[in-house]
């Protein structure tokens, strides 16, 4: 099919829920994406952070065709050993105790929620139950996870969302002004991705921490985006020291695969008992195959040590142009305030130009997939170099 004849298809049949560029991708194979002409493309994008291993890398296809191949599903009314093979691993690797598998970065949002709320209910009464989040933020787009995120423009239109949540600024004053009797949770990205690629600060996170322990208020810290490598750690709390009680992954855990993750300390392990939840797909197979293959990989201490130096060498190159004003991020997580133009424009002439690169706020954004070569980062930048070159 033509692009042409691909965008009618999709004007004719699918909501007009995105804002797409106009290329169609096809294929891909590590950082490189082919659309239907058969042009490619260095991708800085991943799929918003999803592809952490690239496009089809062979560890993971080949677990997840052998999966497939072998069972492709079978409900939770049934042990599944994929399930609890990634379960343990995942256990192992960031110190948490238990585990609920869902689909997406908002379900796991949504069990958390329910987490907190119920631990609450159950030892303080049912009027514990209002969430803390942070202005900035985005935690999904179901109608509690809208109601998480601290940006009004997200609300518009949905209401009534669900009730329960105030919205602070990133320090201590503005989320104790929040806090009251009712609060069950505080609920934060470390670094807020949608919201322009801002880190929080270490003394802020740690003072967070430590007051929400004094309180029994638990720490609920949303990686959606910033987990499974993306930061340099294998998860970014670790980057700041401190230990949530409850943890959300989801996008990269999957290689490329719906997949959410809602983890657990133990002394919340036995809060959700059987009924409380549930997810007909969460925790299906063939996605714990891919979920364990990308573990294999980004688990590993000298992996993710080359994640620090991609990142660090993605930072020096972007910092040196000229037309960039600032970068920040963390890791292979990165927003670039461009000195003329706007992102958006610069974007769309990325991607005419065979660069795939992402907005946020005003900032360009970059996730390029984690197992990327440098010589793949050398031709994006050189790309973008050219590109914002001609912004006026």
Known sequence: MTLEEIQEQDHRYLMQTYRRFPVALVSGHGATAVDCNGKEYIDFTSGIGVNSLGY????????????????QHTSNLYY???????????????????????????????????????????????????????????????LTTLAATGQDAFHEKFTPLTQGFSYAFPNMDSVKENVSGD?????????????????????????????????????IVDEVQTGVGRTGKLYCFQNYGVMPDILTSAKGLGGGLP?????????????????????????????????????DVVGDGGFLREVREKGAYLTEKLSAMEEIEFVRGLGMMLGAKLKKGSAKEAAQKCAESGLLVLTAKELLRFLPPLTIAYEDIDKGLAVLQKVIRTLK
Not at 103 to 131: M, P, T
């Open 56 to 71: 089809c890398d062979e560890r993971w296809t080949r677990a997840v065709a052998k999966q497939a191949a072998t069972l």
């Open 80 to 142: 599944q050993p994929m399930q609890t093979k990634l379960a343990e691993k995942l256990c192992a690797l960031t110190g948490f105790s238990k585990v609920f598998f869902g689909n997406s970065g908002a379900e796991a949002n949504e069990c958390a929620v329910k987490v907190a709320r119920k631990y609450a209910a159950d030892k303080y009464g049912k009027n514990r139950c209002r969430i803390v989040t942070l202005r900035n933020s985005f935690h999904g787009r179901t």
């Open 183 to 219: 609060t069950c949770a505080v609920m934060i990205e470390l670094v807020q991705g949608e919201g322009g690629v801002l880190p929080l600060k270490d003394g802020f996170v740690k003072e967070l921490a430590a007051f929400c322990g004094e309180r029994d208020i638990l720490l």
């Open 259 to 295: 997949v959410g993750a809602c983890l657990c300390t133990g002394r919340l392990g036995g809060v959700m008992d059987a009924g409380s939840h549930g997810s007909t797909f969460g925790g299906n197979p063939v996605v714990c195959a891919g979920a364990l293959a990308v573990l």
